[in-house]
Nanobody
Framework: QVRLVESGGGSVQAGGSLRLSCAAF????????MAWFRQAPGKEREFVAV????????AYSDHVKGRFIISRDNVNNAVYLQMNSLKPEDTAVYYC???????????????WGQGTQVTVSS
């Protein structure tokens, strides 16, 4: 049974940093594309970053490019999101997601975590 568990959220002032973690259980982690999404109050969920099977194959939303870094540890079955230079508009619930689809540019993600809250104050 696939399970994704996020942690590391919290409250931080603008300009600060946070590191989110997502622990994966129940599947062969190294075979899966992993991504982070976020959803702010009153807004639709949006893509943040993705890392494919190769740790070198990553992509970012324009909103976070240059500030956030996604990485993965295929030994410990975890994916991370290092968030630097945080802004109030980064405030959202952040979700970890997994898909076996490694070829689509915009794959569907059938597996999701419960989310972790990130709040950035000005």
């Amino acid at each position: 049974q696939v399970r994704l568990v996020e942690s590391g959220g919290g409250s931080v002032q603008a300009g600060g940093s946070l590191r989110l973690s997502c622990a994966a259980f129940g599947f062969t982690f190294s075979w899966y594309t992993m991504a982070w999404f976020r959803q702010a109050p009153g807004k639709e969920r949006e893509f943040v970053a993705v890392i494919r099977r190769s740790r070198l194959n990553t992509a970012y939303s324009d909103h976070v490019k240059g500030r956030f870094i996604i990485s993965r540890d295929n030994v410990n079955n975890a994916v991370y999101l290092q968030m630097n230079s945080l802004k109030p508009e980064d405030t959202a619930v952040y979700y970890c997601a997994a898909t076996f689809d490694s070829t689509s540019v915009f794959p569907e993600y059938p597996h999701w975590g419960q989310g972790t809250q990130v709040t950035v104050s000005s």
